[in-house]
């Protein structure tokens, strides 16, 4: 790795560091898709009421 490769990387951007946000990444959308899967299913299942 040169020494500009190494100015523009950030303090704890190591592969571990990158690995493990793109897990933290990966988690945080599925949660969001499955928030929004529950609300459209509740929203769904109270339909028109009459």
Request: hydrophobic share 50%; proline share 4%; glycine share 10%.
């Amino acid at each position: 790795m040169s020494a500009a490769m190494a100015e523009d990387r950030r303090p704890g951007d190591t592969d571990m560091h990158r690995r493990q946000r793109g897990k933290n990444l990966f988690v945080a959308g599925f949660l969001l898709v499955m928030v929004i899967v529950f609300f459209i299913l509740s929203i769904v299942r109270m339909g028109p009421q009459g």
